[in-house]
């Protein structure tokens, strides 16, 4: 699109008594499969186009989109989100990104299907537990143009290759599950070597609950969550909970007006920092075309700030912090999470483990969910081990974790030199999009665990 297109379409927005008016135009293209049950269950391959435009008036937001869009289509439907009733002119013509078209398809992934095959071939020979095993593999680019009329005029574009195995065993009487995930910036950082390894891990943790674990203990106890289990519990018992608009519709009341003030244990800082080089919540810029940047979120116990795209900025008198984030040209951004973690302490890992005489090892974690009003959670343990002793026991098998984000927070007392990473895909009103969670060896002294 020409400049001068551009801001036509803005000014035509903002015609009737507009404050903010907002162009995002996507180029996407992704292909992927799911083999489930010896067989492709589903395969996908394609590109689309689309663009979105938002206005903001009496703090109120008008979005609409549209695809493969041309300059007279975007001009029409900015008369129709503003109220006015001049239509366009131009003639109808095909936008081109003013980025590198994307013009090569994605990478052929029949090879990754052959790996594919031959590993579930694999694993079903070990063990007739099996009941069911996939793979999902799926890569996909977008470039990306977003221009607003506080003159941002940003194009940007972004790569992702996510793999994912996952297990169902049982016996007859016991059923147990266990997964992995791969996830890179490209197709071919996804080697044959990982993704047997992942599916290996994936099939041992499996077979182990099934076969070797006991049933979790249950009660209060003192509880270590290794580096290795990735950073889902401060992902959903506190990051979701900092989202500014969470805060100011007040489904976070637990963090309004908190700035400041102590919220965590003096050694906790938590960080989301979407500039990390290659992370899958990564980007040079926000879908609203603001720099990404490290946020500092809580700094030795001390709540200092929220996350923030630019409508919830301007509430709060203040700057979006570069997290404005939306799924597709379908979506209005809001505020999300990136690359969000638990910065590293000064505890020696091997030492954590050692100040415990009895409790529970986390190595892994499962899903869960949080009630952001209030913080309480709940946490399955998808691979966890007894401490006895200050040393690794037994498998444990139906572990769960139930507490409060915030009093959780206050609670830990060691924290890690060491820090583990898990990638995923974040789901909020609908949309998602990539992030990476990150946390080192924690130590909480006393935790409810739900067990068998």
């Known amino acids: 699109m020409k400049k001068t297109e551009v ?17 995002y135009f996507e180029e996407t293209e992704s292909s992927g499969f799911t083999f489930i049950d010896k067989k492709v269950d589903a395969a996908s391959s394609g590109s689309s186009s689309g663009c979105g435009l938002r206005l ?18 975007m001009f029409a439907l900015a008369t129709k989100l503003s109220g006015s009733s001049i239509e366009p002119s131009e003639s109808i013509q095909p936008i081109i990104i003013e980025t590198p078209s994307i013009s090569d398809r994605t990478s052929d992934l029949h090879q990754y299907l052959k790996i594919i095959e031959s590993i579930d071939k694999n694993l079903r020979r070990k063990s007739s537990q099996i009941k069911q095993l996939s793979f999902h593999l799926s890569t996909g680019r977008k470039n990306f143009f977003v221009a607003n009329s506080q003159k941002t005029d940003v194009s940007g574009k972004r790569n992702s290759a996510i793999f994912t195995v996952a297990l169902v065993v049982s016996d007859g009487k016991i059923t147990q599950t266990a997964h992995e995930v791969i996830a890179e910036n490209s197709l071919q950082k996804i080697k044959f070597e990982s993704i047997e390894k ?3 891990i994936a099939y041992k943790r499996a077979t182990d609950l099934l076969n070797v674990a006991i049933p979790s203990p249950a009660g209060e106890m003192p509880v270590v969550i290794s580096s290795s289990s990735g950073g889902t519990m401060i992902h959903e018992a506190i990051g979701h909970s900092l989202e500014a608009d969470a805060v100011q519709k007040g489904i976070s009341p637990v963090y309004l007006g908190k700035i400041g003030k102590k919220v965590a244990n003096e050694k906790i800082t938590v960080v989301d920092n979407s500039t990390l080089e ?9 879908d609203e075309g603001t720099p990404s940047q490290k946020t500092v979120l809580v700094e030795n116990g001390l709540l200092k700030n929220y996350l923030y795209d630019l409508f919830t900025a301007k509430k709060d008198n203040t700057k979006s ?15 999300r999470m990136s690359n969000t973690y638990i910065a590293p302490g000064k505890d020696n890992p091997e030492e954590i483990l050692q100040s415990v005489p009895k409790g529970i090892f986390v190595k892994k974690m ?59 895909t974040c789901g909020k009103d609908g949309q998602g999009v990539p992030v990476l969670d990150g946390q080192p060896t924690l130590r909480i002294p006393k935790i409810t665990v739900g067990g068998t």
């Open 366 to 424: 499962g899903g869960g969910q949080v009630n952001t009003a209030n913080g309480d959670f709940i946490f399955e343990v998808e691979e966890g081990y007894e401490i006895i002793d200050g040393k690794l026991g037994k498998m444990l098998r139906n572990a769960s974790l139930i507490g409060n984000g915030p009093e959780i927070l206050n609670s830990i007392d060691m924290v890690g030199t060491d820090i583990g990473w898990q990638p995923g």
């Open 321 to 335: 912090t570069g997290n404005g984030r939306r799924e597709s040209y379908h979506h209005k951004p809001i505020p």
């Open 56 to 73: 903001i008036k009496n703090e109120e937001t008008y979005f609409a989109s549209q695809s493969s869009p041309s300059v007279a289509t």
């Open 278 to 286: 290659n992370a899958r919540g990564s980007y040079q810029y926000d």
């Open 198 to 200: 992942m599916s290996e």
């Open 7 to 23: 801001d036509l379409i803005l000014k035509k927005m903002l015609r009737n008594g507009g404050e903010f008016a907002e162009i």
